[in-house]
C-alpha cells in the first residue's frame, strides 16, 4: 500500500507570496492533520480535517488555511509568507482508534521563504 | 507551557549500549493517548507506539520498551543494544481531549546518536 504523499518535496518562495502544499493519505484513511516544524525543534499542529471537516486548528494566524476534498486528499495554503513560516510542513494521514487518531507521516514539504 | 517535556538534548552512545530517552507529560484529562515517533535524517517521522492513560503494562517490542508510570506522568523508552540505524531524532507526543484528540502536541525531542 502507499505510503502518505506530499507534493512539493522542497518550495522556495518570497516573502509575501503565496504557497499551497499537497497531501494525499493513506487509502482508507478519512482524516489528515497538518504540522510546522521548525528546525531543531518538534512538530506543531496547525489543523486536523476528518470527512471533509475541520476538527481542530493549532494556534496559527489566519494566513494559514487548509480544506480536505472528497477524496479525502488535502491542500495547505499560507498567504503573504514571511520569513518565519520556513520550515518542514509535514502531513499526517490518520484512522480513528479508541477516542484518538494513530497519525502516519508523510515525508514533509521544505518550504524555504527568502 | 510544554504539555510534554523531553529534557534530554541529545545522548551519544556506542554500538551495543543501551539508551533510555525520558518523557514527562503534563494534562489534566483523565484518559489521553501517548505515542513516540522517530524521525531519521530522511525527516519521515516514522510510528512507533501508542499508549493510552488505562494501560500502564509495559510493551516490549524487539529492541524497544517502554515504561509507562502514571504517578510520575513519565512515558520512557528504551533501545536496547544500540544500531547504527537507531540514531534518529525521537519525540515524544501527547492526545488530549481538552484540546482535540487529533492535535499531537510533541516534545522537542532527544537526539540519539550510535557510533559504531
Known amino acids: 500500500d502507499a505510503g502518505v504523499t506530499q507534493s512539493p518535496t522542497h518550495l522556495i518562495k518570497t516573502r509575501g507570496q503565496h504557497v499551497t502544499l499537497r497531501c494525499s493519505p493513506i487509502?482508507?484513511?478519512?482524516?489528515v492533520s497538518w504540522y510546522q516544524q521548525v528546525l531543531g525543534q518538534g512538530p506543531q499542529f496547525i489543523f486536523q480535517y476528518y470527512e471533509k471537516e475541520e476538527r481542530g486548528r493549532g494556534n496559527f494566524p489566519d494566513r494559514f488555511s487548509a480544506r480536505q476534498f472528497p477524496n479525502y486528499s488535502s491542500e495547505l495554503n499560507v498567504n503573504a509568507l514571511l520569513l518565519g513560516d520556513s520550515a518542514l510542513y509535514l502531513c499526517?494521514?490518520?484512522?480513528?482508534?479508541?477516542?484518538?487518531?494513530?497519525?502516519?507521516f508523510g515525508p514533509g514539504t521544505r518550504l524555504t521563504v527568502t | 507551557a510544554q504539555k510534554v517535556t523531553q529534557a534530554q538534548t541529545e545522548i551519544s552512545v556506542v554500538e551495543k549500549e543501551d539508551v533510555t530517552l525520558d518523557c514527562v507529560y503534563e494534562t489534566r484529562d483523565t484518559t489521553y493517548y501517548l505515542f513516540w515517533y522517530k524521525q531519521p535524517p530522511s525527516g519521515e517521522l516514522v510510528f512507533l507506539i501508542r499508549r493510552n492513560s488505562f494501560d500502564e503494562q509495559n510493551e516490549i517490542s524487539g529492541r524497544y520498551s517502554w515504561n509507562f508510570q502514571k504517578s510520575t506522568s513519565s512515558f520512557n523508552f528504551t533501545i536496547t543494544a544500540s544500531q547504527v540505524v537507531d540514531s534518529a531524532v525521537y519525540f515524544c507526543a501527547l492526545s488530549e481531549p481538552t484540546d482535540s484528540w487529533g492535535k499531537l502536541q510533541f516534545g522537542a525531542g532527544t537526539q540519539v546518536v550510535v557510533t559504531p
Open positions: 487509502s482508507g484513511h478519512k482524516s
Open positions: 499526517a494521514s490518520s484512522f480513528r482508534v479508541d477516542m484518538t487518531y494513530e497519525q502516519y
